[in-house]
């Protein structure tokens, strides 16, 4: 049975319990948050040094924080205590990815009630007890016909119902559901073979068809739950590494990708016919995301952040005052990293302007980063705090108002 909407997420309402939250948008409910910050920004309350290498985000439920990262020569399922940033245990998830841009894992844990899902950065998806750390099975890309993308699998696996969703890609299928209990396949897409890129999967319901969307370098596809049927496709001009996750109103789907690709948004007809409603160039979002807040999308447009009109694809605003990076939403704020610097910059989700109302650099910063990488892990807001990443350190700062 499909759950649609992760039914079994057993997570609070301010809980983060995969990539982008729980309905993978990257825009929370949370409220009663600070509308702006003191000199030097919100108190941080811990700061964790031994995650090792990596990218990977944060899932946050019931008080305990995963995310991945390496230690004695494996990538490593990591779990701290959400409140206070100590180790409650860790799982070996087999061999590290080694990558000019930067060793470790790329993807975020998915928590789904007693269990944890984790793909490594050369594919080995496992199944973790989050009691303490048991894995329970586990499953490679390769052996489901999928090969390493140049920058590693990067993908934070969906668990919807009784389903895993993963995308080894390849000519058995670029979408595979596995039983969640066991691992098995339960079906493979088929007639969509496209190799796999960095994009995460989203659950969507579109005429009335719960499915999933997913993107490849050159195609955008909804694929049935129930069966793994290609149920519609698009072209996508995609280059290089096409990595942000699809955004889903409706049936209206829009994607950006970075290299000069663009931006393009779709209409899903009742027959499952796909009208463009727009490509440009107005966001052209490498990896750090866009959100969607009303009727305005927000985020990294290479060389500006923008502000876009969902409906149109018209550019509302743009801003340099803050270098490339990534972004999250929570309480009607935009948070801000900048991967070059570190500063983190608090910012009102309006159409109005770019407005800040606070910024800070995160200090210390990581002493093992490669030289070619940069601060990727992208800004997560739960239950009060605002957790960061830089490498082998971890950040939490109190954004709760008073």
């Known amino acids: 049975m499909l759950g649609f909407v992760h039914s079994a997420l057993l997570a609070g309402g301010d809980d983060w319990p995969q990539w982008r939250g729980a309905d993978r948008s990257d825009v929370s409910k949370e409220t009663g948050l600070l509308k702006a910050w003191p000199a030097g920004g919100p108190k941080r309350v811990w700061m964790f040094e031994n995650a090792g290498h990596g990218y990977s985000g944060p899932a946050i439920v019931q008080g305990k924080f995963f995310t991945l990262g390496t230690r004695d020569g494996n990538e490593i399922l990591l779990v701290l205590d959400a409140n206070s940033g100590k180790e409650l245990w860790t799982a070996k998830l087999g061999p590290v990815l080694d990558n000019d841009w930067g060793e470790g894992p790329r993807g975020t844990p998915t928590v789904d009630g007693n269990r944890v899902y984790a793909l490594s950065g050369p594919g080995n998806l496992h199944c973790v007890s989050v009691a303490d750390g048991k894995v329970l099975w586990q499953v490679s890309m390769k052996s489901l016909g999928g090969e390493i993308p140049k920058w590693g699998f990067s993908e934070s696996v969906l668990v919807d119902g009784d389903q895993v969703i993963c995308t080894p890609g390849g000519s058995k299928g670029t979408l595979a559901a596995l039983n969640k209990l066991t691992g098995k396949v339960v079906w493979r897409s088929q007639d969509f073979t496209d190799p796999a890129h960095y994009s995460s999967v989203v659950p969507a319901k579109i005429n009335n068809t719960a499915q999933y969307v997913q993107r490849t370098e050159k195609s955008i596809a909804g694929i049935a739950s129930k ?69 305005y999308l927000y985020g990294h447009g290479d060389p500006a952040w923008v502000c876009q009109n969902f409906k149109t694809g018209e550019e509302v605003w743009s801003e340099r005052g803050l270098g490339k990076g990534s972004v999250g939403c929570a309480d009607g704020m935009l948070y801000c990293l900048d991967e070059g610097s570190g500063s983190v910059v608090l910012v009102e989700a309006s159409p109005k302007a770019w407005k800040e109302s606070g910024r800070f650099k995160l200090d210390p910063q990581t002493k093992i980063r490669s030289s070619r990488g940069k601060i990727w892990t992208h800004p997560v807001v739960s239950n009060g705090k605002l957790y960061l990443r830089d490498q082998d350190l971890i950040y939490c700062y109190d954004v709760k108002a008073p």
């Open 227 to 295: 069966d793994g049927k290609l149920l519609w496709q698009t072209s996508f001009p995609g280059r290089t590494a096409v990595i942000p996750t699809p955004i889903v109103r409706g049936n209206e789907v829009y994607v950006t990708a970075g290299y000069g690709s663009g931006c393009k948004m779709v209409r899903i007809g009742a027959d499952n016919a796909v009208t463009t409603v727009y490509e440009n160039k107005v966001i052209k979002n490498h990896h750090g995301g866009v959100v969607l807040i009303g009727d």
